[in-house]
């Protein structure tokens, strides 16, 4: 003998149905979705659509964009190729790679290109790897052969004196030094933070400033925390890039 299939009646279509994934819950939130909710214009939604979906940008708007960011040469020509031109002031650059591959020693380079171009540079050193020896050394190189030495020296001091060193050994430290220098990027120097830096409140005026900001380096202060018993890593991660 053979059963009849029975069809299975179908679910209505509901507006919030056209949502994307994991919106269906917010437009209830909202109180545009659910019981007593089911009519809902499509213009609505699609305008609640453009705020929570991420927008999709064409290849001639995406250069657009990167068009109006200025760039900041890292004094080595093969990485500025790489990155059409050096890197872009307003974005996240991340060096990755293996110990002893240059990662400190391109940070340093970026640091003194972006100094002898008249850009306030705020160099957080972690591991105590900063070098003014290496600055000079990278200096030499962005100054004309023929330059007087007085003229270069001349160029050199004001160089150095466009880069502030702050030395962070934890985690927390460097939150507070993120936050100081927020608030001055930000044009809020004169207001008070929860960083609470006591001595520091210099930075937030080295931040209305700034014009590069380079950690040398996060996994030092990271790494301790990522581990199978620290599982809170990860958030405190995410803290630091947000």
């Not at 269906?24 to 929570?52: D, K, M, T």
């Not at 060096?95 to 640091?111: D, F, N, P, V």
């Not at 070098?131 to 030499?140: C, D, G, I, L």
């Not at 934890?170 to 220098?181: Q, S």
């Given at each position: 003998?053979t059963?009849?299939?029975?069809?299975?009646?179908?679910?209505?279509?509901?507006?919030?149905?056209?949502?994307?994934?994991?919106?269906?819950?917010?437009?209830?939130?909202?109180?545009?979705?659910?019981?007593?909710?089911?009519e809902?214009?499509?213009?609505?939604?699609?305008?609640?659509?453009?705020e929570?979906?991420?927008?999709?940008?064409?290849?001639?708007?995406?250069?657009?964009?990167l068009?109006?960011l200025?760039f900041?040469p890292?004094?080595?020509?093969?990485?500025?190729?790489?990155?059409?031109g050096?890197?872009?002031?307003?974005q996240?650059?991340?060096?990755?790679?293996?110990?002893?591959?240059?990662?400190?020693?391109l940070?340093?380079?970026?640091?003194?290109?972006?100094?002898?171009?008249?850009?306030?540079?705020?160099?957080v050193?972690?591991?105590?790897?900063?070098?003014?020896a290496r600055?000079?050394a990278?200096?030499?190189?962005?100054?004309?052969?023929?330059a007087?030495p007085?003229?270069?020296e001349?160029?050199?001091?004001?160089?150095?004196?466009?880069?502030?060193?702050?030395?962070?050994?934890?985690?927390?430290?460097?939150?507070?030094?993120?936050?100081?220098?927020?608030?001055?990027?930000?044009?809020r120097?004169?207001?008070?933070g929860?960083?609470?830096?006591?001595?520091?409140?210099?930075?937030?005026?080295?931040?209305?400033?700034?014009g590069l900001?380079v950690?040398?380096s996060l996994?030092?202060?990271?790494?301790?925390?990522?581990?199978?018993?620290?599982h809170?890593?990860?958030?405190?991660?995410?803290?630091?890039?947000?």
């Amino acid at each position: 003998t053979t059963k009849k299939a029975r069809r299975r009646p179908q679910k209505r279509a509901h507006p919030t149905d056209m949502a994307p994934g994991g919106h269906r819950e917010l437009l209830q939130l909202l109180g545009i979705g659910g019981g007593g909710h089911a009519e809902v214009s499509a213009e609505r939604l699609e305008r609640l659509y453009r705020e929570v979906a991420p927008q999709i940008l064409d290849g001639p708007a995406i250069e657009n964009q990167l068009s109006l960011l200025n760039f900041l040469p890292t004094g080595c020509d093969g990485i500025d190729d790489l990155l059409g031109g050096g890197l872009r002031q307003g974005q996240v650059t991340e060096l990755t790679g293996e110990a002893g591959t240059g990662k400190t020693q391109l940070c340093m380079s970026a640091a003194a290109s972006a100094a002898a171009l008249g850009h306030r540079v705020v160099y957080v050193d972690t591991s105590g790897s900063f070098s003014a020896a290496r600055v000079k050394a990278f200096h030499r190189g962005f100054v004309t052969a023929d330059a007087a030495p007085a003229e270069v020296e001349q160029h050199l001091r004001l160089t150095l004196g466009l880069i502030t060193v702050v030395r962070v050994h934890d985690v927390l430290a460097l939150f507070k030094v993120l936050e100081e220098l927020g608030l001055g990027a930000g044009g809020r120097a004169g207001m008070p933070g929860d960083g609470g830096l006591e001595g520091r409140a210099d930075l937030a005026a080295v931040g209305e400033q700034m014009g590069l900001l380079v950690v040398d380096s996060l996994s030092s202060l990271l790494s301790p925390l990522i581990t199978r018993t620290h599982h809170q890593g990860y958030t405190v991660m995410a803290s630091v890039a947000s």
